[in-house]
DNA sequence: CAGTAATTATCCCGTTCGGGATTAATTCCG
DNA sequence: CGGAATTAATCCCGAACGGGATAATTACTG
């Protein structure tokens, strides 16, 4: 997941494949549903730091506002066998 | 969710079938794996209080907190279309 | 290219997570 | 059934989340 938006932060990638899926999904659906981080902030009762942050992988974000993301963007989380 | 262990406290069970269901499903794997709490704690590197509270649906749970523990028990999170 | 929009980093601060211990309640099983 | 095992509730407290604001950086577009 390229950080391009970095200014000096230090992004640790190694952390999960799964928070980079999730980050990514996110975010791409973000942008089918063509809303802004503060939009889907806005619709779903959280704010931009929580978006942004959960865009960029952030390990330790809260489940249930997650939860409160992907369903103004229409997904769920399931869990699976590993592979 | 039955909630077999409750002594007094007030359980909202309204919450998300979302979370319900990774509730149940870490529970479930748990004992097909004939863990107990404690030893899924240790092996996953959290605490007794983290695993009782997941299995109990608490909607705050931290995300990476989780996946460590979906790991220990051969899970996995996957983001999906809602249906 | 320049200006605007979007995203990220950082700050302050109130709230809450969760480790570990202890106690209470429930479940298990011989 | 009774005792041991297991789970849940509660406590203290340090760590950290995240709202909202601000500033810096990057992306977009005419």
Same mark, same amino acid.
């Given at each position: 997941? /390229?950080?391009?938006?970095?200014? !000096? #932060? ?5 952390? &999960? @494949? ?5 980050? %990514? ?7 089918r549903?063509?809303?802004?981080? /503060?939009?889907?902030?806005?619709? !779903? #009762?959280?704010g931009?730091?929580?978006? &942004? @942050? ?5 390990? %330790? ?23």
């Amino acid at each position: 997941m /390229a950080n391009k938006f970095s200014r !000096s #932060g230090i992004k640790d990638e190694s952390y &999960s @494949e799964e928070l980079g899926a999730i980050a %990514s999904a996110v975010r791409a659906a973000r942008r089918r549903h063509h809303l802004t981080q /503060a939009q889907l902030a806005g619709l !779903s #009762g959280t704010g931009l730091r929580f978006i &942004s @942050e959960l865009e960029r992988g952030k390990p %330790s974000i809260s489940l249930h506002k997650m939860i409160s993301v992907l369903a103004v963007l229409g997904l769920q989380l399931r869990v699976v066998e590993a592979s």
